[in-house]
Every structure is written in C-alpha cells, then in structure tokens.
C-alpha cells in the first residue's frame, strides 16, 4: 500500500481552465507541504477529437461551439489572462490563435509518463499553446518540446508515426468517459472521488487535508 495520495488528472493541453485548475492544486500542494506525498498521473481528454489537421480559428470556434459573444470572448480572455498572472503563467492569446488536434500531444504525454517527465512535459505544452503562440499539433513543434523536456527525438517521432499509440489514447479516453467524466479539468482523488472544473486553492486545500489524514 502506497502512502501517497493518487491524483489522476484528467485534462486537454489547450484547455486553459486545465492550466488553470493545475497552478490552483499546485499552490495547494505546496501550502500544505504534500510534494512528496502526492503522485500526480494525467489522463487524456481531447475537447475536440474531430478537429481536423489544419485547426480552426479559437475565437470563431468558442463562439459557434458555446454560443458565445465576441465581447464574451474578449471578457474570457482577460479574466483567464489576470488569473493566470496570479499564477505565474502567462497567457498570450492572440487573433490567429487556433483550437488544434491534441491527439499527438497526449501519445507523447504517454511516453513521457514511462520516464517520470509527464508533469514537466505536460506544464511544456501548456506554455507552448498557451504563452509562446505555438501549434501543438505540429509535429517539429512537439518533438522540440519533448527534446526540451529532456526525452529522446527519435523515440518520441516513433511512437507519433505508430498508430497503435493513437489508438491506446483513445482507449484510455473512452475509459474515463465510460466512468462519466465529460469536462475537464477533473481531478480523481485516490480513484474514489472527483472535483470537476478549476477549483479554488482552498478546495483543493480541503480535499487534500482530509486525504492527507486518512492516508
């Protein structure tokens, strides 16, 4: 039996309120003192499975999926931006920023798993769509993140040209769906429990001082 506490977070790398939620449970963590208490494995979850290879307009995107308003958008923006800045990270949304396919960035968030990089590479990726205006769908663009990571190019391009590893992430995905996640952020506590959505420091703080006394 493992004294840690089990967090399996299930999220998209271009879901903000992902990276979001994360810094939040992060500052948990560490108010608590919990870094090596704590065993965090991220799940994969794509907002738009179907999201064709040259992408789609962010903006027009969230507006014709959420029936959203240009004001609205431009409102979500700065509130996610302000947020983020409390957090130390920066995003930098910009008029041509596009919703891409993320099925390749969670095949190489499960290779970084087997080498205990998948937390790192997965913060890289936030940053990547995020605060330096990259496409994480591009094949050069995630092999030089995963090179930064410290992982192996030529391993990481293999898995990306094998379809078997798209096919497992969708695997995966359907498991969690099949559990009823259907929104991310969700956060799974020990596998017993869950918190959907970017929840506040204090929550997280909560939930993680109840375990933390169980365990």
């Known amino acids: 039996m493992t004294d840690k506490i089990k967090l399996d977070i299930i999220s998209d790398v271009v879901c903000p309120w992902c990276a979001v939620g ?16 704590v ?3 991220w799940q994969p979850f794509e907002l738009n499975p179907d999201m064709p290879l040259e992408g789609e307009n962010l903006r027009e995107h969230i507006m014709k999926k959420y029936g959203s308003t240009s004001d609205e958008s431009v409102q979500a923006r700065q509130r996610l931006t302000q947020i983020g800045a409390e957090h130390g990270f920066a995003f930098n949304f910009f008029d041509e920023m596009k919703m891409v396919n993320t099925l390749d960035a969670h095949v190489l968030l499960d290779y970084a798993k087997q080498a205990g990089k998948q937390t790192e590479l997965k913060l890289r990726l936030f940053a990547a769509y995020f605060s330096n205006q990259q496409d994480v769908s ?3 663009v995630l092999l030089q993140v995963v090179e930064d990571t410290g992982l192996d190019r030529q391993e990481a391009l293999a898995r990306l040209n094998d ?4 096919e497992e992430i969708r695997s995966q995905e359907a498991y969690w769906h099949q559990l009823g996640v259907s929104a991310v952020p969700t956060v799974v506590f020990n596998r017993t429990s869950a918190l959907t959505g970017a929840q506040a ?5 909560q939930v993680l001082t109840e375990l933390a006394s169980q365990q």
């Open 22 to 37: 994360y810094k939040h449970l992060e500052a948990a963590i560490n108010e608590l003192g919990l870094q090596d208490k």
């Open 138 to 140: 591009n094949h050069e």
């Open 201 to 205: 420091v204090d929550t997280y703080k």
């Open 39 to 41: 065993e965090i494995e």
């Open 163 to 166: 379809k078997v590893f798209g």
